[in-house]
């Protein structure tokens, strides 16, 4: 019997063809994760020494009923060595997958990493041949720098970064940090599950320090339940507890937007002041254009699951390239705003993440759309040593050769 077909819906047959071909994808994507390895097998270089991670060419889908969900599309940037990379973008358009992905956080077995790399230079145990820690003496163990694709590590593996060379700050602190016990009792934990062999006062000396880091008197707080601070001060916790394992890379994810202005301007500051003591790297991402001027060196404009613009925080607000950029720092609120100024919103909408065009993404929306625009999805154009941008607009000013 033959089934209608009404636009916009997917028949019957449709349907269990997309089940069929999610299911065979999914099969092989979950055995790789689940393989045993030898370390050699997620070893690799750096392309850049200067860089603490390398995202390259990496997809990240979801297989939905509906068909592939694009969330991460070939997204490539780098994040330099003691340097704060800002990703913008509207909402849906793969910020937080592409850095969920770097903490191999995605969740399968729908959603899984297709396809790239994730370069991490970590400082990890050194191991014997059998993969054990090698001890030093005094609760010590030899140390090494090691270039890990996180990509390619299986997923038992992952703890040898997750929460320790990697550390995450989300949105919400509420969800991340467990109601039951007090907040001293989670600190210690990160010392317990990072150094191993530490002591319950080793413990409670680091947890102090890190609250005294992010400017809480430890004794006002250490004893106390999540439910009994305020939204600043667990946002602080958990800033305490990401730098608790001595990060190299620390992902925050909106950290300041589930809180007031005040307290936001407080947060800010203090990842500021932060980011000069210790020796790492930020990967800031926010809608918040304000917050990436203020605190970024490098910035990544994402658009669809592609990164469309990227370059030096100046290249980006002084010097934008692409037609999104332009609309995105248009549409950003300024004090010399007046009641009679509306704000600028970029026209239309991203188009549906299960079937993207072979033409560039913004295209629908674009002003500035030329001939050339319905062809491929516009190249990678080097505008300068750190200026990138995905435009047929620039195709001839490419420096790259
Ligand atoms: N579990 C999931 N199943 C299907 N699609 C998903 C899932 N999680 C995310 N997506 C899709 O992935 C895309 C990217 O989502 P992501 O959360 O990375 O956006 P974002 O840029 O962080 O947005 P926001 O600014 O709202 O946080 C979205 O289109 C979203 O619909
Ligand atoms: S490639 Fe064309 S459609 Fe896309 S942003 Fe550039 S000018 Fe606009
Ligand atoms: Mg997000």
């Known amino acids: 019997m033959s089934e209608t077909k009404k636009k916009g819906y997917l028949t019957n047959k449709e349907i269990r063809a997309i089940a069929k071909a999610n299911a065979k994808q999914?099969?092989?994507?979950?055995?790789y994760k689940n393989r045993k390895a030898e370390e050699s097998e997620f070893l690799t270089e750096m392309k850049d020494d200067g860089n603490i991670l390398e995202i390259d060419g990496l997809h990240t889908y979801f297989f939905t009923e509906q068909g592939v969900v694009k969330?991460?599309?070939g997204v490539?940037?780098?994040v330099p060595k003691n340097k704060v990379v800002g990703v913008v973008g509207e909402s849906g358009c793969g910020k937080s997958v592409t850095s969920m992905s770097v903490m191999r956080l995605i969740q399968g077995p729908s959603g899984q990493i297709v396809e790239g790399s994730i370069r991490f230079k970590a400082y990890d145990y050194k191991r014997d041949e059998k993969g054990n820690p090698i001890p030093k003496g005094e609760g010590k163990?030899?140390?090494e720098e090691k270039i890990y694709d996180i990509a390619k590590m299986p997923i038992n593996e992952i703890h040898r970064i997750r929460g320790k060379q990697v550390a995450m700050i989300f949105q919400e602190p509420m969800t991340s940090?467990?109601?039951?016990?007090?907040?001293?009792e989670q600190l210690d934990e990160v010392t317990f599950l990072h150094v191993p062999g530490a002591t319950k006062e080793m413990a409670k000396a680091k947890s102090e320090e890190m609250l005294r880091l992010v400017g809480i008197i430890p004794e006002n707080v250490y004893p106390r339940f999540p439910h009994e601070l305020s939204g600043?001060?667990?946002q602080r916790v958990m800033i305490a507890m990401a730098l608790a394992a001595e990060p190299r890379l620390i992902i925050a994810d909106e950290p300041t937007t589930a809180l007031d202005v005040t307290i936001q301007a407080q947060i800010l500051d203090l990842l500021q002041d932060i980011k000069k003591k210790i020796d790492g790297s930020i990967l800031l991402i926010t809608h918040d254009l304000g917050v990436i001027a203020e605190m970024a060196d490098y910035v990544v404009v994402m658009y669809a699951g592609k990164v469309i613009e990227k370059g030096t925080v100046f290249e980006i607000f002084q010097d934008p390239k692409h037609p999104y950029t332009i609309g995105l720092q248009k549409s950003k609120p300024t004090m010399t705003l007046d009641d009679s100024t509306e704000l600028y919103n970029i026209p239309g909408n991203?188009?549906?993440p299960v079937n993207m065009p072979q033409h560039c993404y913004f295209k629908e929306r674009c002003a500035k759309c030329t001939a050339k625009?319905?062809?491929e999805y516009p190249g990678m154009v080097q505008i300068s040593p750190t200026h990138f941008v995905a435009c047929h607009l620039y195709d001839g000013e490419d420096k790259n050769g």
């Open 232 to 234: 600043g001060m667990r």
């Open 373 to 375: 625009c319905s062809g």
């Open 71 to 73: 969330a991460v599309n």
């Open 177 to 184: 940090l467990n109601p039951v016990f007090t907040i001293g």
């Open 350 to 352: 991203v188009p549906n």
């Open 26 to 31: 999914i099969k092989k994507l979950e055995a």
């Open 141 to 143: 163990y030899e140390m």
């Open 76 to 78: 490539s940037y780098d």
